[in-house]
Structures are given as C-alpha cells and as structure tokens.
C-alpha cells in the first residue's frame, strides 16, 4: 500500500518558469491537500479538495492552482514561478470526515522545489 | 493570531533525559482535535497522537505521554529516556469543527526542533 505518493522529491525552477507538483494516493480518501512548509514556520494550507471535482482556496492560495478530476489525484500548478515559492510542499489525505469523528491526515514524502 | 504557539524553537538534551515539548492552542470551536506529527531529518511527516477536545484522559505509549489540559488550552508531549532517534522536529496541530470551519484542515505550529545527543 504505497499511501500518499508525491513526485517529484527535488526540483529547481528558473524564475518564471511553471511546473505541476505530482500527488497520488490510493486510499479512497476523499479529502486532499496542498501544504507549503517554510523555514521555522510549520505548514501553511495552500489548498484543499473534499472530492474530485471540488476544490478551494486554503490559507495562501496566490501563484497556485489545483484540479480534482479524480479521487486519486490531486495536482498543484505553479504557472509563474517566483523565489517566494521555494519551500517545501506536502500533499497529504483524510477519510470521508464526519462532523465529531476526525481522523488524522496521511501526508506524502514531501516536494523540495527550490525558484532561482 | 496563531492558533497553535510552540514557545521552544529548539531544545537539546542529552540521551536519557525526559523531555516536554509545549502546545498551546486556541480555539472558539467546543469540538476540536489536536494532533503531533514527528519530522525526522529525512523530512517527512510521522503522525504521533490525536485527541478529541471531548476526552482530556492522558495518554502514555511506550516512551511518549501527552497530557491535553482543556483549562490552559495547552497539549503537551513528553519523552521519557530521550534517545538519539528522537532527534527530530515536533508538530503539534489543530483542527477544528465549528461551523464555517474546514473539516480535516491542520493548523499547524512552528515546530520544536529537538535535539538528543548521546
């Protein structure tokens, strides 16, 4: 059970540049997001999916896009690369979650994308 | 504001030592859950513990005991006999459920960088 897949692991960007950050997961989880995780500053939510073909805006969406065409996918676009975005970026999942039963989120390996 | 503070930024022990990592956390919502996530240096992220804002009971496994104090709104992780292996950084997460709030959504703080020397 390979879990939250994110590829790739390292990439560096030239200003300007775009690029789709890669993620699968093959748990049937219908909630998907998007981290970003800056120095000293834990993860901040970029955005989120709650099933495929649904998607909105987390905490810093600006220079970001997403699509949910299916459950197992949930890619994020950066179309203008800028050095503001180099950080690293978790994809991550939850089961169906109902109101007073959460559960805890599957996160991937991580994205390390550097913007020069 | 941040809904999740991490006071400790780093902290170092030398192996055997306990150790607590503070979570203070905040909150309008009467049901919340709060979680700790490990980060190893090889970067990903290890889920530890949940616990819903319904059951204030700590917790001990193995090693690792948390104690969620609903009054000081704080949640706390402490390592008993601290070994080289649990160097690492520490995440303490929120997540809420009051209306207009996103289900699943991790509010995560800063992180406590822990050191363990041998």
């Known amino acids: 059970n390979a879990g939250v897949t994110q590829t790739p692991k390292f990439r560096i960007l030239k200003i300007g540049q775009s690029m789709t950050l890669q993620c699968a997961q093959d748990?049937?989880?219908?909630?998907m997001y998007w981290y970003r995780q800056d120095p000293g500053m834990g993860l901040k939510l970029i955005y989120y999916?709650?099933?495929?073909?649904?998607?909105d805006k987390g905490e810093v969406p600006n220079g970001y896009n997403v699509s949910r065409s299916t459950t197992e996918d949930f890619p994020l676009r950066l179309e203008l690369a800028a050095p503001s975005q180099t950080s690293v970026y978790f994809c991550?999942?939850?089961?169906?979650?109902?109101?007073?039963?959460?559960?805890?989120?599957?996160f991937g390996q991580g994205t390390r994308l550097t913007v020069v | 504001a941040q809904k999740v503070t991490q006071a400790q930024t780093e902290i170092s022990v030398v192996e055997k030592e306990d150790v607590t990592l503070d979570c203070v956390y905040e909150t309008r919502d009467t049901t919340y859950y709060l979680f700790w996530y490990k980060q190893p240096p090889s970067g990903e992220l290890v889920f530890l513990i949940r616990?819903?804002?319904?059951?204030?009971q700590n917790e001990i496994s193995g090693r690792y005991s948390w104690n969620f104090q609903k009054s000081t709104s704080s949640f706390n992780f402490t390592i008993t006999a601290s070994q080289v292996v649990d160097s690492a950084v520490y995440f303490c997460a929120l997540s809420e459920e009051g209306r207009g709030s996103t289900l699943g959504r991790l509010y995560f703080g800063r992180g406590t960088q822990l050191t363990v020397w041998p």
């Open positions: 616990r819903n804002s319904f059951d204030e």
């Open positions: 748990m049937n989880h219908n909630y």
């Open positions: 999916s709650v099933g495929a073909g649904i998607t």
């Open positions: 991550a999942s939850s089961p169906r979650i109902k109101r007073g039963s959460n559960t805890e989120a599957f």
